[in-house]
């Protein structure tokens, strides 16, 4: 299981110094796309030059225009960039094709997705990585549903990440779904202290796997 981090609705110096504290605990780091509309593609490439060994992900929410932003997404150093799940086949059937000549990979994001049939069509487009993503905006009007899983349940071959105001709290029933990423942020941005906000959190997923 992986920890990703979100650096969302940060300066670019608040995203280093979150960095900073937290990187010992976390796997993945996600360049939030607030972040990048402010900072552009140079934020991508400073943060991938100063954590070469994280594997970043570029959360553009790209949905049109798929093979030109992948490309703007890997050649700034980002090792997975996302697409919404509600952009046209052949914009995701894009994007797969520059991350595979990159070497790279696609994350799609579920967002606003509620139909499970999407999920084979993208099965069949070859996708191996989508985000359950409870937004931002939704989370103002309570947490997550289980119906959100519903979507991915069943499914093999690909690999399920998690988002959408994830907290201390909320994390240990979430282990239970089996799911293979945690994306977590302002439970860990926003925190008194996010080094020890993430490492707690870290710590969660370990002991889960320790007895699991
Ligand atoms: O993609 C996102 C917003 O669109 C965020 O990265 C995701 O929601 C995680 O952040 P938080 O834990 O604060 O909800």
């Known amino acids: 299981m992986k920890f990703q981090i979100a650096l969302d609705r940060l300066t ?18 996600e360049v939030g796309t ?26 553009m929410k790209t949905c049109d225009a798929g093979k030109h932003e992948a490309i703007q997404a890997f050649e700034a150093g980002a090792d997975i960039t996302t697409v919404m799940a509600f952009s046209a086949n052949k914009t995701i059937a894009d994007t797969l094709e520059v991350a595979k000549h990159y070497g790279k990979r696609i994350m799609i994001d579920l967002l ?27 989370q103002q009007e309570g947490e997550m549903g289980a119906d959100l899983f ?51 959190m870290k710590e969660v997923v370990k002991q889960y796997e320790i007895n699991h």
């Not at 499914?155 to 994390?171: K, N, P, Q, W």
């Open 112 to 138: 606003g997705v509620t139909d499970p049939n999407r999920l084979v069509e993208l099965q069949k487009l070859d996708v191996d990585l989508v985000s359950l993503h409870y937004g931002k905006d939704m």
């Open 12 to 29: 670019r110096d608040e995203c280093f110094e979150i960095l900073n504290e937290t990187a010992s605990s976390i796997d993945w780091i």
């Open 34 to 59: 607030g972040v990048i509309k402010q900072y552009g593609m140079t934020i991508v490439r400073e943060i991938k030059e100063a954590y070469p060994n994280k594997v970043l992900v570029a959360d």
């Open 150 to 200: 519903s979507l991915t349940q069943g499914l093999t071959g690909m690999e399920v990440a998690i988002a959408g105001g994830i907290s201390r709290d909320s994390l240990p029933g979430l282990l239970e779904k089996r799911l293979d990423i945690f994306i977590i942020g302002s439970a860990v941005t926003k925190a008194d202290n996010p080094r020890k906000a993430a490492s707690e």
